[in-house]
């Protein structure tokens, strides 16, 4: 079995301030982690994932992840936020070893920055 | 250049209808799946296909049947219409090479869906 919690449905943060969006993940086997964000009406845009290497993965628009196993978690950061960065964040994993490729996502939060 | 299109974007329809969601990707992948989002923005995994093969067929009423005419497409049929499949419904593909570290899904835009 495989899920995602997100423990926070909303965060707020003042632009320029860093940006926190926790996650953490239960899996059988090993994770492959990955953050999407959607803007409002839009689609799931990819992020950044974790398949395997460094823990800490950087990916599009200036976010970063870290990957820690002891914790199992998988916290979505960003040094310092944007208003645009304004938009609903999903965390989701995969077992790697099942064969069915099904991503567990979860239950999403919205992140508000204020000018 | 879209790299998964769906059609239509809005639907709006009456109770007891069948309506066809279409999904299209150009990625070259071999895996498509479709997602519903439901009104508190919960994603949940309906099908999946790779290589024109049905890998996941979560719980889901049989009035929904999916459709995979090949590699690059996975249509959603869905039959007699209920108030409760007011959704988005989301089509996404990866490339699930085994050993890769591809993995990542892309999505659509979505399909929005309001029964009346």
């Known amino acids: 079995a495989q899920s995602v919690a997100q423990p926070e449905d909303q965060v707020n943060v003042a632009e320029g301030n860093p940006l926190t969006v926790k996650c953490t993940y239960s899996?059988?086997?090993?994770?492959?982690l990955f953050w999407y964000v959607q803007y409002p009406n839009r689609g799931l845009q990819f992020l950044l994932k974790?398949?395997?290497?460094?823990?800490l993965v950087k990916g599009s628009y200036g976010f970063e992840a870290e990957f820690n196993k002891s914790q199992t978690s998988f916290h979505l950061k960003k040094p310092s936020a944007l208003v645009s960065d304004s938009a609903l964040y999903f965390c989701a994993v995969r077992d790697m070893y099942s064969n069915d490729y099904k991503l567990s996502f979860g239950a999403g939060t919205t992140v508000t920055v204020r000018a | 250049d879209t790299a998964v299109s769906q059609t239509p974007k809005y639907l709006v329809t009456q109770m007891g209808n069948d309506k066809s969601i279409k999904c299209e990707q150009n990625l070259g992948h071999d895996t498509m799946y479709w997602y519903k989002q439901d009104s508190k923005k919960f994603l949940k995994i309906m099908f999946s296909?790779?290589?024109?093969?049905?890998?996941i067929n979560e719980t889901v009423p049989n009035r929904f049947s999916p459709k995979s005419p090949d590699k690059a497409h996975l249509n959603l049929h869905i039959n007699s219409l209920e108030l409760g499949d007011s959704a988005v419904y989301f089509c996404?593909?990866?490339?699930?090479?085994?050993?890769?570290?591809?993995?990542?899904?892309?999505f659509g835009p979505g399909t929005r869906l309001l029964v009346l």
């Open positions: 996404a593909s990866s490339q699930q090479t085994s050993g890769s570290r591809k993995e990542t899904q892309y």
């Open positions: 899996v059988s086997g090993n994770p492959y």
């Open positions: 296909y790779n290589n024109k093969e049905l890998i």
């Open positions: 974790y398949i395997t290497g460094d823990n």
